[in-house]
């Protein structure tokens, strides 16, 4: 293939414009979600999930998540290196099928959480989270 | 190797930001009230020494609403679990006179109060301007007959976040025209001057520039009423002087060390730029 | 066990019989991530706080699994009922074996 100056200039802006864009899914987080579901699909709808839409720092997200009815959640950051965050169970004396914590993300990626239903069904939410750069080291 | 790389890319691009501020400030109208209680005062008039502005603003206020909300209540603040940390060691025994600091000082909550707001602060007894660190370290050596702890370790900064908690929301009030004028003039200087190889003073960030965007982070006004503060970059307490340090490092210059009479002047400099603003110490920022 | 672990929960002193009530806790433990590398380039060993259980009266409130994706000092809010008067207990389990309990009681207002 004979490359033009202007086909590499081109070639090079895109692979710029790729390394630019968000970890959006990925076969580890597909997997680490497929190994929760048991490979049943997930349906929209019935998982609300709460993240702020730019973190100031990546070490210390805060993400709700609260699925009426269901007897599990798990949460996954699928941008990570390993894309598990935590899976809640919720025994008889949950007041409610939430939890809040705090999570580390590696860079803007999807926030996935899944909630197994007690009917066996399972429902899913995604959030994009922005990972901002800080200012100065410290 | 890698910390100078990832200082020096991470210059470049602070001073691209500088020229691109935005000139934005996250809760420019928001209040911090913690545990529904303490009213904090996060902007306030300048002290008349500051010509730089009329309104001097908490880091607080600079930051995101996720952030400020951490330090709303001291449950949330993750500042807290080491100040339960620097209780154990307030009660304990240390040296070879078999005292703790609560065999003199008995509960922090009451003798501690008010502290936190007028340090660093002359002692007429050493002749010196001491910071609240000096002063633990004084009592260590001197009352306890212990080893002094490291100035910006954790048993330190862990202490001194105790020793702030019952001033919050007292206004911070440190002397600047008694004998401690030296001290403070030291400091004033130390403060204008550019230093590095970006040759950069403070006041070139923190009043130039405050509000403005440093890569995708607002510069504060550099107030120090909120220290130490939990960072959750690093998600543990962090001193004054440790902030300066990395303030002077990133402008890529050699570094005074904390403790050090320099970080000294410059705290007991910095903390009048504050007066007036609450104490918040042990704040949150990112 | 890890040094300077500690717990720190916050729970109602009572509550209604069958009441709603929120917890919050937090755990202090630096949550090494098995990720990182030392000034060497050694990777540093994974290090955390892996299982966190609360039950009231014996009874299941919440069961979490964490990975090494939760952040240092681990911090969870949850909600729980509250059937009768009784005794919350949180434990939280470390990857070197320790295990951090601490306890709370309740009574019914």
């Known amino acids: ?138 | 190797m890698k910390t100078s790389l990832k200082g020096t890319l991470g210059m470049a691009a602070a001073l691209a930001g500088l020229t691109l501020g935005t000139g934005l400030m996250a809760g420019e109208d928001d209040n911090l009230i913690v545990n529904e209680e303490i009213e904090m005062t996060v902007r306030a008039p300048a002290p008349e020494h500051v010509d730089a502005f009329d309104t001097i603003y908490s880091g607080w206020v600079f930051r995101s609403d996720e952030t400020q909300a951490l330090q709303a209540d001291d449950f949330d603040n993750p500042a807290f679990v080491f100040v339960d940390t620097a209780i154990d060691s307030w009660n304990t025994v240390d040296g070879t006179e078999g005292k703790s600091c609560a065999s003199c000082h008995e509960d922090p909550m009451e003798s501690m109060a008010g502290v936190r707001a007028v340090y660093p602060k002359w002692n007429e007894q050493a002749g010196e301007v001491r910071t609240l660190e000096m002063q633990v370290n004084g009592c260590r050596t001197e009352q306890m007959g212990a080893e002094p702890w490291k100035y910006d370790g954790t048993d330190m900064v862990n202490m001194t976040a105790l020793i702030s908690v019952p001033s919050r929301g007292m206004p911070v009030d440190v002397s600047f025209d008694g004998p401690e004028r030296e001290m403070w003039e030291k400091g004033k200087e130390l403060y204008y001057t550019r230093t590095g190889q970006l040759e950069l003073a403070c006041a070139n960030c923190h009043e130039d520039h405050y509000g403005d965007m440093i890569r995708a982070d607002h510069l504060s006004q550099g107030q120090i009423n909120g220290f130490p503060v939990y960072r959750l970059k690093n998600a543990k307490l962090n001193s004054a002087h440790a902030r300066f340090k990395g303030c002077i490092r990133d402008t890529r210059a050699h570094t005074f060390a904390p403790g050090s009479d320099e970080f000294v002047a410059l705290e007991l400099y910095v903390a009048t730029r504050g007066n007036g603003l609450s104490v918040e110490a042990p704040s949150v920022r990112n | 066990m890890a040094k300077g672990v500690k717990p720190r929960v916050k729970v109602p002193k009572s509550a209604a019989a069958g009441e709603t009530v929120t917890i919050k806790t937090l755990i202090s433990h630096k949550m090494e991530s098995g990720q990182r590398k030392d000034s060497d380039g050694n990777l540093i060993p994974r290090s955390i706080i892996n299982r966190f259980h609360v039950t009231f009266n014996g009874q299941e409130v919440i069961d979490v699994t964490i990975e090494p994706a939760v952040s240092t000092n681990p911090y969870f809010e949850f909600e729980a009922v509250v059937p009768e008067a009784g005794e919350f207990a949180f434990t939280w389990y470390d990857d070197d074996g320790s295990v951090y309990e601490t306890s709370n009681a309740v009574a019914i207002a």
């Open chain 1, 1 to 138: 293939m004979d490359l033009t100056r202007r086909d590499a200039l081109a070639l090079g802006a895109s692979t710029f414009a790729l390394t630019l864009l968000p970890f959006r899914a990925s076969a580890a987080a597909d997997d680490a979600i497929a190994t929760f579901t048991g490979g049943a699909a997930t349906s929209d709808g019935g998982v609300s999930l709460t993240t702020p839409e730019i973190a100031e720092n990546g070490n210390t997200v805060p993400v709700s998540v609260d699925a009426p009815g269901a007897v599990a959640i798990a949460i996954f950051a699928a941008g990570n290196p390993t894309p598990e965050v935590v899976t809640a169970k919720f025994g008889p004396l949950a007041g409610s099928q939430a939890l809040s914590t705090r999570i580390r993300l590696a860079g803007t990626q999807d926030v996935v959480a899944v909630a197994q239903m007690a009917d066996g069904s399972f429902a899913k939410a995604s959030n994009t989270v922005k990972v901002t750069i800080g200012g100065c080291g410290g």
